[in-house]
C-alpha cells in the first residue's frame, strides 16, 4: 500500500512533522473507534434508517469538501502552482461524485440525502469554513485531517457492511477510499510545499488540532441517536 504520507513536496512541515503525524494518527484511531461502536450498535438493531442517519454527515461533507474546494481555488489559486489548482480541481469532481454516491447508499436504504447542513455536522462545517477566511492554508489542513480521519472509518465499516449484506454501502465505500488516498496525498502535499515560515506552521497546527477535536464525533452511535431524536 502507498503510504499517503510520504509525498512530494518541499519541506515545509518538517519542523512540525511529529505533531502533524501524531494528530492524524490519533483521529484514525478515534474515528475506526467510533466507527466499530456504531456498528456494534447496528448489530442490536439493523434498522436501515439508523444507518441512514449515519450515512447523512457524511454525504454532507462530500458536497461540503465540493464548496470548499472551489473557493479554496477562487480565494487563493493564484498563489498555487498550476498543476496544484488542477489536482484540487480533480479532488472537487471526485467530492461530488461521492455526494451522488452516498446519497444514492441513503436512498436506498429509505433516508433523505442531505440539502443542507446536517445539525450534527454544523461544528465540523462551521470550524472548516472559518479555517478557510483564516489562512489560504488552514482550510487545507483542516479538510486533510478530517479526510484522514475518514480513513479510520473505512475497515470498520466494511466488516459491518459484510455482515448485514450491504453490497452496495460496501462498493460504494471500495470507491471513495481509492479516491481518499488521493486527497490525503494531495493535502500534504500541499502544506510541505506552501508553509513558509512559523506563522505558516501555525495556522496548520491549529487547524489540525481544532478538526481533530470535531472530525471523529458525527461517527457514534450517540451522534446517531441525538440526530434522531
Not at 23 to 43: C, H, I, Q
Not at 65 to 82: H, K, P, S, T
Not at 112 to 132: D, H, M
Amino acid at each position: 500500500m502507498v503510504d499517503v504520507r510520504k509525498v512530494r513536496g518541499g519541506g515545509g512541515l518538517d519542523p512540525i512533522r511529529a505533531e502533524v503525524d501524531e494528530l492524524l494518527d490519533s483521529v484514525v484511531e478515534s474515528t475506526a473507534k467510533a466507527t466499530e461502536a456504531f456498528f456494534a450498535s447496528y448489530d442490536e438493531n439493523p434498522d436501515p434508517a439508523r444507518l441512514a442517519a449515519w450515512l447523512a454527515p457524511r454525504c454532507w461533507r462530500e458536497i461540503d469538501y465540493v464548496f470548499l474546494l472551489n473557493e479554496e481555488i477562487a480565494r487563493y489559486g493564484m498563489r498555487f502552482e498550476r498543476r496544484h489548482i488542477t489536482l484540487l480541481a480533480k479532488q472537487s469532481f471526485q467530492e461530488a461524485e461521492h455526494y451522488d454516491m452516498v446519497g444514492r447508499a441513503i436512498e436506498s436504504l429509505g433516508g433523505t440525502v442531505p440539502t443542507s447542513v446536517p445539525p450534527e455536522a454544523e461544528p465540523w462545517s462551521k470550524f472548516l469554513w472559518e479555517c478557510l477566511d483564516r489562512h489560504p492554508l488552514a482550510a487545507i489542513a483542516a479538510w486533510n485531517l478530517s479526510e484522514t480521519s475518514a480513513s479510520g472509518s473505512f475497515e470498520p465499516t466494511f466488516r459491518g457492511a459484510e455482515r448485514h449484506g450491504l453490497d452496495e454501502v460496501m462498493r460504494i465505500y471500495k470507491r471513495i477510499e481509492t479516491d481518499e488516498k488521493f486527497h490525503v496525498g494531495l493535502g500534504l502535499q500541499m502544506l510541505s510545499t506552501y508553509a513558509e515560515d512559523d506563522e505558516d506552521r501555525a495556522e496548520i497546527l491549529r487547524a489540525m488540532r481544532g478538526m481533530r477535536d470535531i472530525a471523529w464525533k458525527t461517527f457514534t452511535p450517540e451522534s446517531v441517536d441525538a440526530a434522531r431524536a
